[in-house]
């Protein structure tokens, strides 16, 4: 959907470097999530924001952290990459009535 | 905690079969319950939206039920074709204003020609 770009689609990373995923919308929501999707557990809710410079803890969030410096950017940080955050990471926004998906960044950590 | 179950996680027919996929919850405080469709290597689409007052939507081939009291949902795939091959993933949005999604952990649906 062209109104949630994340980037980069792929990347491969060593493990203990610092990596961060970009969600960019053009929609102007003010909740944006990022979820974690891995074989034999669906997706799974890391962080979200419901406005700039507010967030709060999914069920995932140990060893991510995020920022939501403008309405628009919503960026994932693993402060030290390990090879259990290996996956892949979608970013959504809106409500719950009305999420729009990214595409996903397919994260391998080696 | 809410929960939300789906199975089987795979499923294989042939092309023309009507088929019901089932997905439970276990806490009925929910906002809403959604459908959705992921292709391989794509995003979620979603297919159909059931808001907790709601019974059952419909769009095209598909129609979804919602069941709160008991919680389950259905979502019936009519004359099932090889284009809806993908998995489905169920929903539901939690109470508490968080505008949450908790999800099942899928179906693989594969129709043969």
């Known amino acids: 959907d062209a109104g949630i770009t994340q980037s980069p689609r792929h990347k491969v990373t060593e493990t203990g470097t610092p990596v961060t995923l970009r969600c960019h919308q053009t929609?102007?929501?003010?909740?944006m999530y990022w979820y974690r999707q891995d074989p034999g557990h669906g997706l799974r809710l890391i962080h979200y924001?419901?406005?700039?410079?507010?967030?709060d803890k999914g069920e995932v969030s140990d060893g991510y952290s995020v920022s939501r410096s403008k309405t628009e950017d919503f960026l994932l940080t693993l402060e030290s990459a390990t090879s259990s955050q290996t996956s892949v990471y979608f970013c959504?926004?809106?409500?719950?009535?009305?999420?729009?998906f990214g595409s996903g960044t397919r994260l391998t950590v080696v | 905690k809410q929960e939300v179950t789906q199975i089987p996680a795979a499923l294989s027919v042939p092309e023309g079969e009507n088929l019901v996929l089932n997905c439970s919850f276990t806490?009925?405080?929910?906002?809403?319950l959604q459908w959705f469709r992921q292709d391989p290597g794509k995003g979620l689409t979603s297919l159909l939206l059931?808001?907790?007052?709601?019974r059952e939507q419909t769009s095209g081939r598909l129609n979804a039920s919602l069941d709160k009291s008991s919680g389950r949902s259905t979502l019936y795939i009519a004359a099932s074709q090889p284009g809806d091959s993908a998995t489905y993933l169920c929903?539901?949005?939690?109470?508490?204003?968080?505008?949450?999604?908790?999800f099942g952990k899928g179906m693989k649906l594969t129709v043969n020609p």
């Open positions: 806490d009925s405080a929910i906002y809403n």
């Open positions: 924001s419901y406005g700039v410079k507010d967030t």
């Open positions: 929903a539901v949005g939690v109470q508490g204003g968080s505008e949450k999604l908790v």
């Open positions: 959504a926004a809106g409500v719950n009535y009305g999420y729009t």
């Open positions: 059931i808001q907790s007052s709601q």
């Open positions: 929609e102007n929501h003010r909740y």
